[in-house]
């Protein structure tokens, strides 16, 4: 081939580019990490998916989020650290281990300090929740948003618990947040404090007798495999949080910032529609897998049982705010 023949296919191949619309160089997508360490089926893996796919749809496909579930980047406490050192972007964990990197986050997890979902979520979705979000800045993270896992409750492998006598002795496995253990020391279980991601394990091999969580937890880790019993104690309203890495955060312009909080919002809608749905047929469908479900709880008795924590641990992380949730709902 000669020079001339040469050029006119080099032409040829460029008008073609042109034409085609077809880049010569490709930009990729920015990639980034959601971590969680429930199923990818639960709420939490409905709200990481639906970040996805807003995401994607804000940004015309130059983000790509991943979901890594099921506790493969390692447990909530290292997660947040992955943030904090940039290994990982975004994460959705409980409340658990988030009081170890800013103790305010604490005022929330005081038992029967929320009484319903309508209060609760009203709260965290206004100047409260914006305020406490705020604490994560300073510690290597972006608080974006408030998600949810529910109001928390006791399952376990031994008997029926119907008032805080019945838990004496229980070895229970509680998240690693100093408000929950002394409450459930205060109803005279054994609180044993441990990861998620060595809960079903230890139910498994008897390490532990029981547990406390929502319904949604309950239901999506097919808890009936291994507890037989679960009491309705509504002991404790859990948030969940939607975080990002302030290393990863710093490196976006306003405009991929305004996505990324847009997401956080789907994200949030759509772990709440699994809560409420697993809310509403949580109950029929653990009877129908064996559990034998005690709605008739002595209520009154778990909250005067646990008051000591209040005065404990009130002025530590909050009186004030705690105050301030409580006038909230009146």
């Known amino acids: 081939m000669n020079y001339r023949s040469m050029l006119a296919g080099l032409l040829l191949a460029t008008s073609a580019i042109a034409t085609t619309g077809i880049a010569i160089t490709a930009v990729e997508a920015k990639e980034m990490n959601f ?16 970040f996805a796919e807003k995401m994607k749809e804000l940004s015309g496909g130059d983000f790509v989020v991943n979901v890594k579930a099921g506790g493969s980047l390692g447990g909530e406490r290292e997660i947040l650290e992955g943030e904090q050192i940039g290994t ?46 705020s604490k994560f800045e300073d510690k290597g993270m972006i608080g974006l948003a408030w998600s949810e896992n529910g109001f928390r409750h006791v399952t376990n492998s031994v008997h029926p618990v119907k008032t805080p006598a019945d838990l004496q002795g229980l070895k229970l496995r509680t998240m690693e947040n100093q408000v929950h253990i002394d409450a459930f020391k205060e109803l005279g279980a054994s609180p044993t404090p441990m990861s998620w991601t060595e809960v079903l394990t230890s139910l498994q091999q008897g390490t532990i007798d029981g547990q406390e969580n929502p319904i949604p937890i309950i239901v999506s880790n097919n808890m009936w495999d291994m507890q037989k019993y679960v009491t309705l104690t509504g002991h404790v309203y859990s948030p969940a949080v939607i975080t990002m890495s302030k290393i990863h955060w710093d490196q976006l312009s306003d405009e991929e910032k305004g996505w990324i909080r847009e997401a956080s919002k789907a994200a949030v809608a759509a772990t709440r529609k699994v809560v409420d749905q697993n809310e509403a047929d949580g109950v029929k469908t653990m009877r129908e897998h064996g559990m034998e479900v005690i709605e008739d709880v002595d209520k009154a ?15 530590e992380y909050g009186e004030q705010m705690i105050q301030r949730i409580r006038d909230a709902q009146k």
Do not use: C, W
């Open 35 to 50: 971590a969680i360490v429930t199923p990818p089926e639960g709420h939490y893996g409905q709200g990481a998916k639906a």
């Open 88 to 133: 990982i972007e975004l994460a959705m964990t409980s409340t658990g281990p988030v009081g170890s990197f800013a103790p305010e986050i604490y005022a929330l997890d005081f038992p029967f300090l929320f009484k319903d979902y309508a209060s609760a979520r009203k709260i965290l979705d206004g100047e409260i929740g914006d305020e406490l979000l």
């Open 301 to 315: 008795a778990f909250q005067d049982a646990v008051e000591p924590t209040y005065e404990r641990y009130g002025k």
